[in-house]
C-alpha cells in the first residue's frame, strides 16, 4: 500500500515536470521566435542601407533572414536535445519507481504468504495441544511408613488422570525416592524415562491406556536406602523426596511423551508452623496421617 502510494505521487511529479518543461518550452520558443525577429531587424538595418542596388539589397536581406533562422533551428535542436534528455532520465526513473514497486510488491507477498503459513502452522499446532492427551501425577502414601532400620519403606499409591481429549496409549508410571533432589539431578529423570521406555519396549511390564477423564491407579511399596555420609546433622534427619514419571504415546505420533513431577515428602508439623520436619533413622514407623505430601514441581512435561 505504501509503496503504490509512493509510485503514484512519483508518476505524477513526472507527469507535472513533463507537462511544466513543455510549457517552459512554448514560452522559450515564442521569446526566441520574437527575439531572432528583433535582431534580423536590427541587423538589416545596419548592414543592408541605402545604396545597394535592389538585388543586393534583397540578397542582404535573405542573408539576414536565413542567419536568424539558423541561429533560431540551431537553439530548437537544443532544446529539443534537452527534452529528450530530460524524457529518457523521466523515462529511467519510471522504470526504476516501476521495478523497485513490483519487487517491493513480491516482497509484500511473499512476507503476507510466509505470515499465513506460520498462522496456519500454530493453529495446527494449537489444535494438536487442544486433542492431545495430558498427563496429571498424584501421589499418596496411605500405608505410611514402615519399621525398618538404615531405610525408609514407603507403602505409595500414585495415580495418573489424563485430562487431555484423547487416549494415552503404551503408558506406563513408577514411582522413584530420592534422599534428597536437586536441580543438578534433572538427568537422573532423563534416565528413569529412558529405562521405562526399555520397559515398554522390551515387554518387561505390560503397558496400558488411560482414556480422557480416567485415572490410572498403581500400588508400589518402595524402600529408600539411606546413605548416612550424606546426612547434614543440623537438619535433624532425612527429607525423601518421591519422582511419579509416566511415559505413553499418542495417536497423532510415533514419539514417547513423558510426565514427571516431583513430590516431597515430611512428618507432619505438629505446630502447623512449617511445612513439615525431616525423617529421623530410627526404624520408628509410621502412619499415614502422620506424613505430608508437597507437590514441589513438573520436572517434565512433554
Same mark, same amino acid.
Given at each position: 500500500m505504501i509503496f503504490g502510494t509512493l509510485a503514484v505521487l512519483i508518476l505524477s511529479w513526472l507527469v507535472w515536470d513533463?507537462?511544466?518543461?513543455?510549457?517552459?518550452?512554448?514560452?522559450?520558443?515564442? +521569446?526566441?521566435?520574437? @527575439?531572432?525577429?528583433?535582431?534580423?531587424?536590427?541587423? #538589416?538595418?545596419e548592414r543592408c542601407g541605402f545604396g545597394l542596388t !535592389?538585388?543586393?539589397?534583397?540578397?542582404? #536581406?535573405?542573408?539576414?533572414? +536565413?542567419?536568424?533562422?539558423?541561429?533560431?533551428?540551431?537553439? @530548437?535542436? %537544443?532544446?529539443?536535445q534537452e527534452s529528450v534528455a530530460r524524457s529518457t532520465r523521466a523515462m529511467m %526513473?519510471?522504470?526504476?519507481?516501476g521495478l523497485f514497486a513490483g519487487i517491493a510488491s513480491v516482497g509484500l507477498i511473499w512476507a503476507t504468504l510466509l505470515e499465513t503459513r506460520r498462522m496456519a502452522g500454530d493453529a495446527r499446532e494449537i489444535g494438536y495441544m487442544q486433542n492431545r492427551p495430558w498427563l496429571v501425577s498424584g501421589l499418596d502414601i496411605p500405608g505410611g511408613l514402615l519399621s525398618s532400620k538404615d531405610?525408609? !519403606?514407603f507403602v505409595m499409591k500414585l495415580g495418573i488422570t489424563n485430562i487431555g481429549n484423547s487416549t494415552a496409549m503404551n503408558m506406563l508410571a513408577d514411582v522413584f525416592l530420592f534422599q534428597n533432589f536437586d536441580h543438578n539431578d534433572e538427568a537422573k529423570l532423563e534416565n528413569l524415562r529412558d529405562s521405562l521406555i526399555n520397559r515398554n519396549e522390551t515387554k518387561h511390564e505390560r503397558p496400558g491406556s488411560?482414556? !480422557?477423564?480416567?485415572?490410572?491407579?498403581?500400588? @508400589?511399596?518402595?524402600?529408600?536406602?539411606?546413605?548416612?555420609? %550424606?546426612?547434614? !546433622?543440623?537438619?535433624g534427619g532425612v527429607f525423601p523426596v518421591a519422582c511419579v514419571i509416566s511415559v505413553y504415546k499418542i495417536p497423532t505420533d510415533k514419539e514417547w511423551h513423558c510426565t514427571a513431577t516431583i513430590f516431597d515428602i515430611f512428618i507432619r508439623d505438629r505446630n502447623k508452623g512449617a511445612l513439615g520436619d525431616p525423617f529421623p533413622v530410627d526404624g520408628k514407623s509410621l502412619s499415614g496421617d502422620n506424613l505430608k505430601l508437597v507437590m514441589r514441581r513438573h520436572a517434565i512435561g512433554t
Open positions: 513533463y507537462s511544466a518543461t513543455l510549457t517552459e518550452q512554448r514560452v522559450r520558443y515564442d +521569446e526566441s521566435t520574437r @527575439r531572432y525577429a528583433e535582431q534580423a531587424v536590427n541587423r #538589416i538595418e !535592389p538585388t543586393a539589397l534583397r540578397g542582404c #536581406i535573405f542573408r539576414e533572414v +536565413e542567419s536568424a533562422e539558423d541561429q533560431k533551428r540551431s537553439e @530548437r535542436d %537544443l532544446d529539443a %526513473l519510471t522504470a526504476f519507481v531405610s525408609l !519403606p488411560v482414556f !480422557p477423564k480416567e485415572t490410572f491407579y498403581k500400588d @508400589r511399596a518402595e524402600s529408600l536406602l539411606i546413605d548416612k555420609s %550424606l546426612l547434614i !546433622p543440623f537438619l
